[in-house]
């Protein structure tokens, strides 16, 4: 599965940049999310719970950071597993480009799933997976924008 998409966040490229680091902001913005741990400045643990269709399950995982192109651009892949639920692994591209101090972040994520996850319908998943970056972006916009210069 593939998701892209492009959002515009009210803030330079450097702040937006800096709370794409931030475990902090992350943790609150991430759906879900119990714990976020910045093991170094290119690994970090999560555990977050998803309830997708009729399967709740609580992942924990690891999400590595590619960072050489940053601030521009950088990438990332993780897995987590769900247990009896299943698994995720994938990566995302980000990059960033500012004028006149708002920021333009345009992603693309790859994911593969399995085990119960996976039989529950591609459908299901595609739109549980754009609902819930739509409410990260949504969320990470608002809590970037409502942080002081």
Do not use: W
């Not at 119990?34 to 009729?54: F, M, Q, R, T, Y």
């Amino acid at each position: 599965m593939e998701l892209n998409d492009e959002i515009t966040i009210n803030a330079p490229m450097a702040r937006v940049y800096e709370a794409l680091n931030d475990p902090e902001i992350l943790k609150q913005c991430i759906p879900g999310c119990e714990d976020l741990i910045k093991h170094s400045d290119s690994e970090l643990e999560a555990k977050v719970v998803l309830k997708i269709g009729p399967v709740k399950a609580r992942f924990g995982g690891n999400v590595e950071l590619d960072t050489s192109g940053a601030p521009d651009a950088f990438s990332l892949t993780g897995q987590g597993s769900g247990g009896a639920a299943g698994y995720a692994k994938g990566g995302a591209d980000v990059t960033l480009s500012e004028a006149d101090g708002v920021t333009t972040l345009t992603y693309t994520a790859k994911v593969d799933i399995g085990g119960k996850l996976a039989q529950l319908g591609s459908r299901l998943i595609q739109s549980t997976a754009k609902k819930l970056a739509g409410k990260f972006f949504k969320s990470f916009g608002e809590v970037v924008d409502s942080v002081e210069a």
